[in-house]
T-cell receptor
Framework: DQQVKQNSPSLSVQEGRISILNCDYTNSMFDYFLWYKKYPAEGPTFLISISSIKDKNEDGRFTVFLNKSAKHLSLHIVPSQPGDSAVYFCAASGSTNAGKSTFGDGTTLTVKP | DTGVSQNPRHKITKRGQNVTFRCDPISEHNRLYWYRQTLGQGPEFLTYFQNEAQLEKSRLLSDRFSAERPKGSFSTLEIQRTEQGDSAMYLC???????????????FGPGTRLTVL
């Protein structure tokens, strides 16, 4: 039973356009959500997070939206740049489980020049 | 702050051998996590430490796996009698748990890629 799902294995967008990566979760105990970016041969790098008390968090070109009723979150990157090409992981954790994160299987984003 | 480091970066071993990996977390971080990642999947939680205490172990962590964090600093993950199914990337992460604060953000090392022949 996968508690965090990223249903799109890959996404391709043109440079300068918006990239939207989606993530769904099933465990209502999750109250903290994170996005990580991973380049080949490196560990995941923290990108942005959101607490369940918010529905939006913005950091430069990156915005995460949380829809708790739908148990859905999304990451918007605008404008997309070729350097954003990487695997993006959605992760979720709950305050009752000591920050242990449950990850989705990732979405590979390709930004074409 | 040099980030989380892991050694070795790559390990090739024969089935049945024992292997040990090391993780050095960010110095002020009190939590340390081990994850395993296989191709096409996200990291899967194995175990975590709060300082030197190992507080949780996943059912993925069979009896052949053992982790330690002496003195609450670096950590080691040992796999005994390796099997081909153990081939994966082993990731270490650390975080700073602030009592009463929001859930902590984990910072990952580059991983150790294990290949069992």
């Amino acid at each position: 039973d996968q508690q965090v799902k990223q249903n799109s294995p890959s996404l391709s967008v043109q440079e300068g356009r918006i990239s939207i990566l989606n993530c769904d979760y099933t465990n209502s105990m999750f109250d903290y959500f994170l996005w990580y970016k991973k380049y080949p041969a490196e560990g995941p790098t923290f990108l942005i997070s959101i607490s369940s008390i918010k529905d939006k968090n913005e950091d430069g070109r990156f915005t995460v939206f949380l829809n708790k009723s739908a148990k859905h979150l999304s990451l918007h990157i605008v404008p997309s740049q070729p350097g954003d090409s990487a695997v993006y992981f959605c992760a979720a954790s709950g305050s009752t489980n000591a920050g242990k994160s449950t990850f989705g299987d990732g979405t590979t984003l390709t930004v074409k020049p | 702050d040099t980030g989380v480091s892991q050694n070795p970066r790559h390990k090739i071993t024969k089935r049945g051998q024992n292997v040990t990996f090391r993780c050095d977390p960010i110095s002020e971080h009190n939590r340390l996590y081990w994850y395993r990642q296989t191709l096409g999947q996200g990291p899967e939680f194995l175990t975590y430490f709060q300082n030197e205490a190992q507080l949780e172990k996943s059912r993925l962590l069979s009896d052949r796996f053992s982790a330690e964090r002496p003195k609450g600093s670096f950590s080691t993950l040992e796999i005994q009698r390796t099997e081909q199914g153990d081939s994966a990337m082993y990731l270490c992460a650390s975080s700073l748990d602030l009592a009463g604060g929001p859930s902590d953000t984990q910072y990952f090392g580059p991983g150790t890629r294990l290949t069992v022949l």
